[in-house]
T-cell receptor, first 115, second 112 residues
Framework: DAGVIQSPRHEVTEMGQEVTLRCKPISGHDYLFWYRQTMMRGLELLIYFNNNVPIDDSGMPEDRFSAKMPNASFSTLKIQPSEPRDSAVYFC?????????????FGSGTRLTVV | KQEVTQIPAALSVPEGENLVLNCSFTDSAIYNLQWFRQDPGKGLTSLLLIQSSQREQTSGRLNASLDKSSGRSTLYIAASQPGDSATYLCAVGEYNNNDMRFGAGTRLTVKP
């Protein structure tokens, strides 16, 4: 398996633009998580899905952030409009049967810079 | 709310030294604990996963222990190498919660 695949690896955009981050989880994994990592706040959970259904989005910072999982093999995280404070590394992770049993597998992340 | 703390925030050691990284958590009712490695500009690589019923896990030069009652875990690295230089994060999983709580990490530098 190729692991969790995220794209793009790097994204530089201007303030006010829409940004879409993509994630392909490991085949067969039924949980998908979006995290954001910054120097100041470390790793923060934004949202997670179980069987393509959003379960907990309490970590989504504002209405500017939205996430979808149209099928078991694809998820997007969208920021519209983007702001400089959104600059961070965004990670996607997936697991099978829920984290408690098998832990997480992370993607390589998308480094977002909003100027 | 579960709080996960890693001390020290940074550690520098000479090559060949054995070292211990610490992770503490405030709520001992955990399901498991996972140690990750993160290289600069890279994602997180899982190193070891310890279930709550286990006391330790070993992989090569790495050994992770778990003491739920005291809210602590340690990651022991034997015979450290420059290639071990990275940030090491611990994360705690809780019952009835698919989220994991992460510590801020310990940035390890192994000098040749």
């Amino acid at each position: 398996d190729a692991g969790v695949i995220q794209s793009p690896r790097h994204e530089v955009t201007e303030m006010g633009q829409e940004v879409t981050l993509r994630c392909k989880p490991i085949s067969g994994h039924d949980y998908l998580f979006w995290y954001r990592q910054t120097m100041m706040r470390g790793l923060e959970l934004l949202i997670y899905f179980n069987n393509n259904v959003p379960i907990d989005d309490s970590g989504m910072p504002e209405d500017r952030f939205s996430a979808k999982m149209p099928n078991a093999s694809f998820s997007t995280l969208k920021i519209q409009p983007s702001e400089p404070r959104d600059s961070a590394v965004y990670f996607c992770a997936s697991s099978f049967g829920g984290m408690p049993n098998y832990g997480y597998t992370f993607g390589s992340g998308t480094r977002l810079t909003v100027v | 709310k579960q709080e996960v703390t890693q001390i020290p925030a940074a550690l520098s050691v000479p090559e060949g030294e054995n070292l211990v990284l610490n992770c503490s958590f405030t709520d001992s009712a955990i399901y498991n604990l996972q140690w990750f490695r993160q290289d600069p500009g890279k994602g997180l690589t899982s190193l070891l996963l310890i279930q709550s019923s286990q006391r330790e896990q070993t992989s090569g030069r790495l050994n992770a222990s778990l003491d739920k009652s005291s809210g602590r875990s340690t990651l022991y690295i034997a015979a450290s190498q420059p290639g071990d230089s990275a940030t090491y994060l611990c994360a705690v999983g809780e019952y009835n919660n698919n989220d994991m709580r992460f510590g801020a990490g310990t940035r390890l530098t192994v000098k040749p």
